[in-house]
């Protein structure tokens, strides 16, 4: 009897210890993984901000034109909802001055929508959240019934997870370092307002760029993935993917080399100036119909995508955000 009840109690801790490590010993299944959507991340939140900003009242968001203005005014009362401070040397959240667009020769005032989220133990480290909220305006072309261009992927998508992420990041009030949350003007005239940006800040202090440029499409490498542009330019992307294991999403390389995409996007400002700043996306860039055309409406994106990713990202860049981990600097050679 007592040889029984020895060999019974050895055999439960037997079977505890390899229940805790993640098998079940009767059924012989692991352990389910974490979830991403266990990071909450409102939806609900994130779909109010994509269907306004890419609505027909935002006239398609060209920059220069009332459209993107009523965006302007948009995000920054949003952000004083959330609770964020201006940046440094600005009395508001706009970041305003004047260019001359190259195409037409006419000066142009625009502004770049910035809000900060101090940190904690480090708050002299930067980093910087970011989307472009301006896209096309109004295109008129013959036996065309749409000519708003609503720019809902591109990029209404990413400037909704920079307004979530704030909203996520002020709630959790753990970032060790200073979060610069930026809408971007003038990316699609040629990354106009980060290149303005990039001129006025000491590049050194800043620690990572976190760039979202249409995330509503489901990737070609499937549900709960998105990719990164410039993997192989820093250990950034890394850092996301050992921050991401175990939750069930992947981040993958950009597999669009022939599109350049590391330099088309607003990361590239900040990259030239040494800044481990990448681009998240999700679209198949290859073959989407909707890119920069009137049909890129909120109707034709997947919320879950875009829910999934923001949440991937704030788990992803969460050891960087709270001082842990430090990417590695960009090194571009410019074609003499």
């Known amino acids: 009897m ?6 019974f109690f050895l055999f ?22 974490k979830d991403v959507s266990s990071f909450f991340i409102d939806s609900t939140l994130a779909k ?9 009242e935002m006239e398609g968001r060209k920059t220069g034109t009332p459209g993107i203005e009523k965006a302007a005014k948009y995000i920054e009362n949003e952000f004083k909802n959330i609770g964020l401070t201006t940046f440094e040397g600005l009395n508001s959240y706009r970041q305003t001055f004047t260019f001359t667009n190259r195409r037409i020769k006419e000066e142009i005032t625009s502004a770049n929508i910035i809000g900060v989220l101090e940190g904690k133990s480090k708050k002299d480290e930067f980093v910087i959240i970011s989307a472009h909220y301006d896209h096309l305006g109004i295109i008129k072309k013959e036996g065309q019934l749409d000519s708003i261009y609503n720019g809902a992927n591109d990029d209404a998508s990413g400037v909704t997870a920079v307004l979530v992420l704030a909203d996520y990041f002020k709630t959790k009030n753990n970032n060790e370092r200073t979060l610069i949350f930026v809408a971007f003007t003038g990316e699609e005239m040629g990354l106009i307002g980060s290149t303005h940006f990039g001129k006025g800040i000491d590049a050194s202090k800043f620690i990572a760029g976190i760039n979202l440029e249409m995330i509503g499409k489901t990737p070609s490498f499937g549900p ?7 993997f192989e330019r820093s250990d950034f992307g890394e850092i996301i993917q050992k921050n991401l294991v175990g939750t069930g999403y992947q981040l993958f390389p950009d597999p669009y080399n022939n599109f350049n995409l590391f330099f ?4 590239a400002s900040l990259a030239r ?11 198949p860039i290859d073959v989407d119909k909707e890119y920069h055309q009137a049909s890129d409406e909120a109707t034709t994106l997947n919320m879950t995508v875009i829910t999934q990713t923001i ?18 600097r960009v090194v571009i050679e410019e074609k003499k």
């Open 2 to 7: 007592y040889k029984m009840k020895k060999y």
């Open 12 to 33: 439960l801790t037997i079977a505890a210890f390899i229940s805790f490590n993640g098998t079940d010993l009767f059924s012989q299944k692991s352990t389910p993984k």
């Open 48 to 56: 109010k901000h994509l269907y306004i900003l890419a609505s027909d």
């Open 224 to 230: 709960n993935t998105a990719w990164l542009t410039g």
């Open 264 to 267: 088309r996007s607003d990361n």
């Open 273 to 283: 100036l040494g800044v481990p700043s990448h681009t998240f996306s999700t679209t």
């Open 311 to 328: 949440q991937a990202v704030a788990k992803g860049t969460e050891s960087i955000i709270k001082g842990i981990d430090t990417p590695t």
